[in-house]
């Protein structure tokens, strides 16, 4: 997600020189209540939810109708435990601006997580149909887990198979096409899947319990052994390296 990375860093400029500079020296073209957000942003990141909750209100003091104040605000006040405020200020966030495809998403894994999946796979789907958004095949990937989790196992394959179709290496629908072919016994589509994962990023305990039992049911011992090799010695307190240790003793 590019524009998070960039409003993170300006975030960090605007933090950095708040001592020294005038309250109305702003960078040409952001409002006041939109520097705020920035910084809202930059503080809910580091964790810092009593900053972040002072600098999305103050924006929105500023600017009540700022779809990405309602947007900040909502993330928020979820991670709080707040859904009710946090569900008004997701909806009028994709009110106001129906084309900011974040928040849609957000709004999206919100519903998800409150098993609300028909509304949740809406708010993906626009997401994911909006034009200039560039990480479209992130709000596919999130629609197919938000499916799986709603039992829809082929509508769940369907999504993360289109979410490959425009990022071949995104991480997050490879582990979760690797998953479904072990699920399903389709071992040689989960080893191809997590060698494509395993190109991209570094082996999670996840992937690496996935590749052991991949590896196993195709009778690969090399192959079994050098993934648990790296669970033990990389992962050693995960619950997958336990199980793994577990299912040694049986044997």
């Known amino acids: 997600m590019r524009q998070l990375g960039m409003a993170a860093v300006l975030a ?6 708040a001592c020294t500079q005038n309250t109305k020296d702003y960078p040409p073209g952001q409002s006041p209540a939109e520097i705020n957000v920035e910084l809202g942003l930059h503080y809910m990141r580091e964790g810092e939810k009593n900053a972040a909750m002072e600098k999305f209100q103050k924006a929105l003091e500023q600017e009540p109708n700022l779809a990405a104040a309602h947007s900040g605000i909502a993330v928020l006040y979820e991670s709080l435990g ?8 997701f909806r009028r966030a994709v009110s106001l601006n129906p084309k900011d495809a974040r928040a849609q998403n957000n709004y ?5 997580r409150d098993d609300r999946w028909p509304e949740a796979e809406r708010h993906f789907l626009a997401a994911a149909n909006e034009p200039l ?7 596919l990937t999130n629609a197919g887990i938000c499916a799986y989790g709603a ?3 082929a509508k769940a ?4 198979r289109r979410a490959l179709e425009l990022n071949p290496r995104y991480p997050a629908a490879l582990l979760q ?6 699920e399903q016994k389709q071992y040689m589509s989960a080893r191809a899947y997590l060698q494509r994962l395993h190109e991209v990023v570094r082996p999670s305990a996840e992937s ?5 039992q991949t590896e196993r049911a195709l009778g690969d011992r090399n192959a079994e052994a050098s993934y648990s090799l790296l669970l033990k010695n990389h992962f050693p307190q995960s619950p997958q390296a336990r199980q793994l240790q577990g299912k040694a003793a049986d044997e």
């Open 208 to 212: 690496l319990w996935l590749g052991i």
């Open 157 to 160: 394959e369907q999504y993360w």
């Open 133 to 139: 958004y560039d990480a479209p095949y992130m709000a």
């Open 177 to 182: 096409m690797a998953r479904l072919g072990v």
């Open 82 to 89: 707040e859904t009710a405020k946090a569900d008004q200020h």
């Open 108 to 112: 999206g894994a919100f519903l998800c």
């Open 151 to 153: 039992k829809d196992v």
């Open 12 to 17: 960090a400029a605007l933090m950095a020189t």
